[in-house]
């Protein structure tokens, strides 16, 4: 008889950049259900952690936080997650943030 493959339990501590980029990751792993139960644990209710911004709906949308300076140094592995983000959302135009370019400007 052979012997049932155990699931790993793996718990993901916050909600920053880095906890993030681990989920997409290992659920992008072919079978990741067969092998994972993953479970991202989060202190309140927004992610991003240091890098999180949040706008003022009352202020013209004035950006309260700022932390995209977190990515200093990273740009090109960030936005190679990003693109395959996108690509597997799959967003229908006209959607908001439809695509990274409409997610990112100058």
Not at 18 to 36: C, D, G, I, K, M
Not at 47 to 76: C, M
Not at 95 to 106: G, I, Y
Request: hydrophobic share 35%; proline share 5%.
């Amino acid at each position: 008889m052979d012997a049932v493959p155990s699931v790993r339990k793996i718990a993901i501590l916050g909600g920053g950049v880095s906890a993030v980029t681990t989920a997409f990751r290992l659920t992008n792993e072919p079978n990741w259900q067969e092998r994972y139960q993953i479970t991202l644990y989060q202190q309140g209710w927004r992610l991003g952690g240091k890098g999180a911004s949040g706008r003022n709906a009352t202020d013209h949308q004035r950006i309260e936080e700022h932390g995209i300076h977190v990515w200093f140094g990273f740009y090109y592995n960030a936005f190679h997650s990003l693109r395959q983000c996108y690509e597997e959302l799959d967003r229908p135009a006209g959607a908001p943030l439809a695509t990274l370019d409409e997610a990112f400007f100058p």
